[in-house]
């Protein structure tokens, strides 16, 4: 992944793709750091250098990271250490 800042554009291929192709890790950050108890659908639907916010059964979950974001490459070193 290039190290591109993340502008609206990449926040939703970054969506898109986590949506698409890796679900069970959204549903592991809504249950761990979101504290969503049994979700049954849940969506990425933004990501910027503070947080992603997830629609879980309907209601919106911002979750923090544990550090600003510095550009794509970083989103994405993130997001796989939270799904670990």
């Known amino acids: 992944m290039a190290n591109e800042p993340i502008s609206t554009e990449v926040s939703k291929r970054i969506c898109l793709h986590m949506n698409r192709d890796h679900n069970s890790s959204i549903l592991k950050y809504a249950v761990n750091y979101g504290g969503a108890d049994n979700p049954k ?12 916010i997830l629609n879980v059964d309907g209601k919106r979950i911002s979750i923090y990271f544990d550090h600003i974001l510095k550009d794509s490459s970083d989103a994405h070193k993130t997001l796989v250490n939270m799904a670990k």
């Open 41 to 52: 659908h849940v969506e990425m639907v933004e990501l910027n250098q503070e947080l992603m």
